[in-house]
């Protein structure tokens, strides 16, 4: 069996056209992944995340009554989330989907896959998928898919090929097997090399989930053709890519090599040069410092802040606007003054929001307030916007989708068939149906909060401008991107502040701009700027109420 020691390069390179000037080839070699473009569509974003099985049955046909979410019951559903109507009010409004693992598994999660080209035949079908997508489009939704690449499952034929014979060496290579592994740990302490006979092969995860060999070039030619089928064929719009930092192992460094982040960047070019505006998205679950320094070697277009999240839920439950405030001059350095993380409140691995929050259902609110008037790329998971809950194990958090108060499925299934996951017991009262005309429910909040975020480039794009503010329980945060400023002031405490000032030596406010406080509609004070351009210390609201943000905008 031979092994590759060195990086593994590519070796089928796209031509460049012909008659290209030589002084322009940097240009076009550099833009392909177009990362750094402020008109890159994912930066306007608000990305949806959906687990299929869970979403919704489908009400008729071959994939009905099941008690199984599918793609057809996701296509039902889809006004729900965008109507394509930008008049309209009454859907969810974000503009993109994240699907978790549609491929073919023995799993129920999808996470050790058998097939890369395939769909689960309990979603639908390659066809079905198509729909899909088109469907989405047309609503004016683009597509994510979750792609995991680190490892297969020990069902896929090659590897399955590889454990039977010895010989079949074109199989053996696409894994990493060992007579006798010298250290059966692996990255955290978890057993990592698995018995097969008298070898031993290694699976970060599970047996069940043997570690693809990035070190042989098939391996790379398989993600490629898998990237081209989806991208091309499909029409996907990219990746969420599952354990970046488990690709490579070089002795005992097992996460975070720098081949790794080579490889990475390597398929994230090659990935643009088949789409050029597609979005790919890392899961790199560490601290601020090892993610940033994938995407400081442009490894991918952005990837997932999880102390981000952190931050938010610590400034909550402590009710201390310091710790939001330092967690993003730390990421502003980071990141080098980019924006480019993805945010998010909690995901498919997490507990839930409103599980983390001890069922507070108004911090849970104010949880998402700070989600979308903050820096990054938002990322919902399905249920939140409702308050679903949900706790590890993992199956409880991914609970079927509660559209009614009707029992026995709450909308998700017809038919007598259970769903494949029992359902949270308190979908009687905490449904998208119930929710959908109460103006003061969290769905509603979610849809303004979406909609203000779209329509306001300084909450997207704004860079952070300092201010200081009189209550040690009010976060402030001034951000300008161009004309456009916006003012975010959120009461972290229990108890109403009144008469708060906010100053700051250097504004984009100017005394005769006409404000309005843009997310809750009160009364906002004209402000007091010096003829330096300092802004001085205002008053803009009378009162700010208990665990409420507000957003003060120019009126336009």
């Not at 398929?267 to 040069?273: A, D, L, Q």
């Not at 502003?332 to 924006?339: C, I, K, L, P, S």
């Not at 609970?399 to 009614?404: E, F, S, V």
Request: net charge negative; glycine share 6%.
């Amino acid at each position: 069996m031979k092994i590759y020691y060195e990086a593994c390069f590519f070796r089928n390179a796209r031509k460049l056209v012909a008659g290209v000037l030589f002084v322009l080839l940097p240009v076009f070699l550099f833009a392909v992944p177009l990362r750094s473009e402020p008109t890159a569509w994912w930066r306007d974003a608000t990305f949806y995340q959906i687990f299929v099985r869970s979403f919704a049955d489908a009400s008729s046909g071959q994939l009905s009554g099941d008690g199984i979410g599918d793609l057809q019951g996701l296509i039902e559903h889809l006004d729900y989330l965008n109507d394509g109507d930008p008049k309209t009010t009454t859907d969810l409004g974000v503009n993109a989907l994240w699907l978790l693992p549609i491929h073919p598994s023995p799993s129920y999660h999808g996470y050790d896959v058998t097939d890369y080209f395939g769909v689960n035949p309990q979603y639908g079908d390659v066809v079905l998928m198509r729909r899909f997508v088109a469907e989405a489009h047309k609503r004016g939704m683009r597509v994510v898919l979750d792609l995991v690449l680190n490892h297969a499952s020990s069902r896929h034929p090659v590897f399955i090929r590889a454990k039977k014979d010895p010989a079949d060496e074109a199989a053996r290579d696409q894994f990493r097997f060992a007579p006798l592994p010298v250290e059966l740990a692996g990255p955290w302490d978890q057993r990592a090399w698995h018995p097969s006979g008298r070898e031993f092969f290694y699976g970060v995860f599970s047996e069940e989930m043997p570690d693809w060999n990035f070190r042989e070039p098939a391996v790379t030619e398989h993600h490629r053709r898998v990237a081209d089928f989806w991208l091309k064929d499909m029409g996907i719009d990219g990746f969420r890519l599952d354990a970046v930092r488990y690709f490579f192992e070089r002795g005992d460094e097992l996460q975070d090599c720098s081949e790794t982040k080579d490889w990475l960047r390597d398929f994230n070019k090659y990935c643009h040069s088949l789409k050029p505006d597609c979005f790919l998205v890392g899961e790199c679950y560490a601290d601020t410092k090892i993610i940033a320094a994938y995407a400081k070697a442009d490894a991918l277009d952005s990837f997932f802040e999880f102390g981000f999240s952190r931050a938010i839920f610590e400034t909550l439950r402590f009710e201390q606007p310091g710790i939001l405030t330092k967690e993003l001059v730390r990421l502003h350095d980071a990141y080098r003054g980019q924006q480019d993380w993805s945010s998010f409140l909690a995901n498919h691995d997490q507990d839930r929001t409103l599980t983390q929050l001890g069922g507070d259902r108004s911090l849970a609110r104010l949880a998402a307030q700070l989600l979308f008037v903050l820096p990054g790329i938002s990322f919902i998971y399905y249920g939140e916007e409702i308050g679903m809950r949900g706790g590890k194990p993992d199956p409880e958090i991914r609970t079927p989708m509660q559209w009614t108060g009707v029992a026995p499925a709450a909308g998700f299934a017809h038919g007598s068939t259970p769903p494949w996951h029992a359902l949270n017991p308190d979908f009687p009262t905490i449904n998208v149906e119930r929710e959908s005309t109460d103006t003061a429910s969290l769905l509603s909040l979610y849809r303004r909060l979406i909609r203000l975020r779209a329509t306001t480039p300084a909450l997207r794009h704004g860079i952070e401008i300092p201010v200081t503010v009189s209550s040690d329980r009010v976060f402030a945060s001034l951000r300008q991107t161009g004309s456009d400023w916006v003012l975010v002031l959120a009461n972290l405490g229990t108890q109403p502040v009144k008469n708060m000032t906010v100053a700051a030596p250097k504004s984009p406010i100017a005394a005769h701009d006409v404000l309005e406080e843009k997310l809750q509609a009160v009364a906002v004070r004209q402000p007091t700027v010096g003829p330096d351009g300092r802004l001085e210390p205002w008053s803009p609201l009378a009162e700010l109420a208990p665990r409420t943000v507000y957003v003060l905008h120019t009126k336009r």
